[in-house]
C-alpha cells in the first residue's frame, strides 16, 4: 500500500523514489514484521493464557515434554497477522504473484486455525480428522496451481538443480507436482514443528533463501546471466518472503527454549504452504527439498518409520520419529538438538543458493 501511496510522491520528493527498489521494500517489510511480533508477542502469551488455550501435550511423547503441558499454543495467529499487515504494507498490490501467495497463507492458517480450535479450545484432543485436513489442503494446492497453470505465460518446466539444459515440461501435469510440492512442505513443517524453534528456526533460513532467489528470479538481466528461469513479476514475492523472514525471528524470540509460546497448525501449516508457493512461482520447486532439507529429513523418518513397523510387525528403525525426537531419546538435551538442525538447515541454504551458479 506504501508503495502506491508515496511512489507517486517522487515527483516532488525524491525522497520517495526509493519506494520503487524491491531490496528496500523487502527489508522494511521484514523490519515491520519483526516489530509487530516483537511488540504484540507478550500481549498474544496474555491472551493465549488468559483464554487458557495452552498445549495438550501427549502421553506418549518423550518424557521431557510433559512439562510443556499448558504452553500457550496458536501462536501462529500472531505470525499470519504480522506476514500478511507487512506485505499488504510493502508489496506492489497489483502483482498477481503476492495475491496467490497470501491466498494460499490464509487458507492454510484458517485450517491449521479449525484444526487447533478442535483440539485446544474444544479439547476434541485429535482436532480435524486427517483425512479431511489432507484433502482440504488438496483443494486449496489444486485451486492455487491452476490459478498459476491459467496465467498465459506460465511455465510448466521444471528446474533441476545443477542441470542447467535439464527443464522436462510437464504440461497439465504440473498443477499435479505443485500441488504436491505445496502440500508437501505444509506438512513437513508441521511434523517438524515438535522442540522449541524447531521449526521456525529452518522456515526463516528458507525464507531467507527465497528472497535471494525470488530476487534473481524476477531480474531479467540476473536471470539470463544466472541462465536460469527468468518469471515476470516474481521477484515482488521477495518483498512477501522478507515479511517471512521478520515475523520467524519475531516469533523465535518467544519461541526459543524454554518456549513460552507454540504456533500451532495455524502457523505451521502456511508457513509450510507459502514457502512452497513462493517455491513453484519462482521455479525453484526441487531445490525447495534442498533449502528444507530439514523438513524433508524429518518427513522421511516418519515415513520409513512407519514403513519398518509395519513391514517387521513392530520393530523400529528410530528411537521415535520424527527424527528430532529420537536424538531426544538418544539423550541430546533440547537445546542441542534444535541449534544442531538450525546448524544444518543453514549449510543447506548455502548449498541452495550455489545451485545458482553451479549449473
Ligand atoms: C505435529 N506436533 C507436535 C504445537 C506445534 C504420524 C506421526 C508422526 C504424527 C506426529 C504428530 O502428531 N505430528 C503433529 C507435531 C506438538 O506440537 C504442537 O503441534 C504444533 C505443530 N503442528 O506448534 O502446538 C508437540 O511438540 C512439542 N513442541 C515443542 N516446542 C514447540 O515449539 O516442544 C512443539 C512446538 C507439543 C510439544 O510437546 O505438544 C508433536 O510432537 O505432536 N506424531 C508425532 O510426532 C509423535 N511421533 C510418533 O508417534 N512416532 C511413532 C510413529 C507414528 C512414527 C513412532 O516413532 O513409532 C511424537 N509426538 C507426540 N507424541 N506428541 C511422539 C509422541
Redesign the pocket.
Known amino acids: 500500500m506504501l508503495y502506491h501511496l508515496l511512489y507517486p510522491l517522487h515527483t516532488t520528493f525524491s525522497v520517495f523514489n526509493v519506494f520503487r527498489y524491491i531490496t528496500f521494500r523487502t527489508i522494511y517489510a521484514s523490519l515491520t514484521a519483526l516489530l509487530i511480533c516483537w511488540l504484540l508477542g507478550p500481549w498474544v502469551i496474555r491472551k493465549l493464557t488468559e483464554r487458557q488455550i495452552g498445549?495438550?501435550?501427549?502421553t506418549?511423547?518423550?518424557p521431557a515434554?510433559k512439562t510443556?503441558t499448558g504452553?500457550p499454543?496458536m501462536g501462529?495467529l500472531l505470525l499470519l497477522f504480522a506476514i500478511v499487515t507487512a506485505t499488504l504494507l510493502w508489496a506492489d498490490l497489483t502483482n498477481f504473484f503476492v495475491w496467490i501467495v497470501l491466498l494460499m497463507t490464509i487458507s492454510y492458517g484458517a485450517i491449521g486455525f479449525l484444526d487447533?480450535y478442535l483440539m485446544q479450545v474444544k479439547k476434541e484432543s485429535r482436532g480435524l480428522p486427517g483425512r479431511i485436513k489432507i484433502v482440504i489442503q488438496v483443494a486449496v494446492g489444486l485451486l492455487v496451481a491452476g490459478l498459476l497453470y491459467a496465467r498465459p505465460d506460465f511455465d510448466t518446466r521444471v528446474s533441476v538443480p545443477f542441470l542447467k539444459q535439464v527443464a522436462p515440461d510437464l504440461g497439465w501435469a504440473y498443477i499435479l507436482f505443485a500441488t504436491m510440492v505445496i502440500v508437501g512442505t505444509a506438512n513437513a513443517v508441521?511434523?517438524t514443528?515438535?522442540?522449541?524453534?524447531?521449526?521456525i528456526g529452518p522456515v526463516t533460513v528458507a525464507a531467507t533463501t527465497y528472497v535471494v532467489l525470488s530476487y534473481v528470479a524476477g531480474h531479467v538481466k540476473i536471470a539470463d546471466y544466472l541462465q536460469i528461469q527468468y518469471v515476470a513479476g516474481s521477484g515482488e514475492l521477495a518483498v512477501f518472503c522478507g515479511a517471512l523472514v521478520g515475523a520467524g525471528m519475531g516469533f523465535l524470540w518467544y519461541?526459543a527454549y524454554p518456549?513460552q509460546i507454540?504456533?500451532?497448525?495455524v502457523?505451521?501449516l502456511p508457513l509450510g504452504g507459502a514457502l512452497g508457493t513462493v517455491a513453484v512461482i519462482t521455479k525453484h520447486e526441487i531445490v525447495l527439498a534442498l533449502v528444507g532439507g530439514i523438513f524433508v529429513v524429518e518427513a522421511l523418518s516418519?515415513i520409513f518409520?512407519?514403513g519398518f513397523?509395519k513391514v517387521t510387525n513392530g520393530r523400529?528403525i528410530?528411537k521415535?520419529?520424527?527424527l528430532h525426537?529420537h536424538f531426544e531419546l538418544k539423550g541430546w538435551p533440547?537445546p542441542k538438538v534444535i541449534v544442531r538442525f538450525w546448524i544444518i538447515a543453514i549449510i543447506l541454504s548455502l548449498l541452495a543458493v550455489s545451485t545458482l551458479k553451479l549449473r
Open positions: 498445549q495438550y501435550v501427549r506418549d511423547g518423550p515434554h510443556k504452553t499454543t501462529g487447533d508441521n511434523l514443528d515438535g522442540l522449541d524453534g524447531l521449526a519461541n518456549a507454540f504456533m500451532g497448525d502457523g505451521s516418519v518409520q512407519v513397523f523400529r528410530f521415535m520419529a520424527p525426537h533440547e
